[in-house]
């Protein structure tokens, strides 16, 4: 199943914990930060430019969320890599299927 970490300003996580987490879910992720009232959003295939990412969002942010994604339905691939922006400064990350959905989808879609 996907990983989901949120966290405060004063929280992280090292690269060991990191990789440990991609070791699992290494179909591409995301992470979304706030900066005051500015939400920011980056996705990548790989863990290098995600974490250096990540590093840079920890300096900065008010709030980070990452996801890591594995691919249990729709490809791997960046369309499908969450956290997703559902309105303006609003973002949606979840674990598992949503069965309802996957009926109407195309194969290498996600259900998000």
Aim: net charge negative.
């Amino acid at each position: 199943m996907c990983v989901i970490i949120m966290h405060d300003a004063d929280a992280s996580i090292d690269r060991e914990e990191w990789d440990d987490a991609w070791y699992a879910n290494s179909d591409g992720g995301g992470i979304a930060w706030t900066v005051g009232d500015t939400l920011e959003l980056s996705h990548s295939m790989t863990s290098d430019a995600l974490w250096k990412v990540y590093r840079k969002a920890c300096k900065q942010a008010d709030q980070v969320m990452v996801h890591m994604r594995i691919a249990t339905h729709g490809s791997p691939r960046l369309e499908n890599c969450h956290p997703f922006e559902v309105r303006k400064g609003e973002v949606v990350a979840h674990n598992g299927i949503l069965t309802q959905l996957t009926g109407s989808l195309k194969k290498d879609e996600s259900d998000s």
